[in-house]
């Protein structure tokens, strides 16, 4: 049985694990050929399709599963979130495919929400570079400024983390005026694409679905980022997100709609979980 992937490459109904060195530094990455969770595979996204009124089941489901992550994240030793955000961050650091990307989206981590930490990796991406020689350029940043309740988002530059106020959900954001008085650079309109975008998450599976917060924001924003890449032709970017083992669930557990927008990997605390074929490339 063939089935299509995001990228609409063909993907054996076979799975495969592979333990590889290739593309992390740190630890293993673990590269999986698996069934995508595009709109044709998946059951409730089937279901959806035919059956509008069955989205009210589906969104039901989802809160049910936020809940009940969000009470084991409440629960989780603060020694092991320490440590597992440590790890997490090494990896990013050190993998390819951060080391190699010259602009990203990154979320600001809210510890009241349980969110894995990012603070190492801005701060490494916002360092001053060195005056010894260091040739490499600084990353472009953007980060998330929600706009209002209908799942706008807006991606905008910052180059210091001071940058960042608390909005009324206590995480920190950019105004969209920078101290110079001048309007942030926004992603939608950069003449220049993204290469990675890291993403926050309540629980994830091994094949790419992604359960958010419920606000719709990222799903909105990632699928209008790909058709702005497509439009440009440009390469899309990475989706990885970013997840504690708590998080990661078994397949089928992980209720999904044709809006869900799945990602190409997953950075566990062990390692790297890859998704798709374009992530694969990307460690090549
Ligand atoms: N760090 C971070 N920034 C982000 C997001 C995120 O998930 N994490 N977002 C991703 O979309 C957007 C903001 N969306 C958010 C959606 C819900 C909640 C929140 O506090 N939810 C509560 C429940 C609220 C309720 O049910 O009434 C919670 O999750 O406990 C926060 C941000 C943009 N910025
Ligand atoms: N691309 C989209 N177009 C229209 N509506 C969308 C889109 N993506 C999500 N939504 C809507 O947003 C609401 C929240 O969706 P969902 O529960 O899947 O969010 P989530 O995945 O938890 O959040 P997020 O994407 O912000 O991480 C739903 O009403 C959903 O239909």
Known sequence: ?????RRNQQVPYVVKLLMTQACTLASPTIFTTLRRPSPPCSAAMTAAAVDPSNLDSIFHQKKLLRNKVKKELRQMDPTSRIQQDDAIQRVVLEAPWFKSCQRLCAYISCAALREVDTSKILAEILKEPSK????RMRKMLYVPRVEDKNRNMRMLHISKIDDLIANSMNILEPHPVDADGKER???MSSKEPVDLFLLPGLAFDKSGRRLGRGGGYYDTFLERYQELAKRQNWKQPLLIALSYSEQIMDEGVIPTTPNDVPIDALVLPSGVIS???A?????E
Do not use: Y
């Not at 049985?1 to 992937?5: A, C, Q, R």
């Not at 992530?279 to 460690?283: K, L, M, V």
């Open 279 to 283: 992530f694969r490339q990307s460690c």
């Open 132 to 135: 010894d020689g260091d040739s």
């Open 185 to 187: 650079e926004e992603v």
């Open 275 to 277: 998704m798709s074929e």
């Open 1 to 5: 049985m063939i089935l299509m992937s």
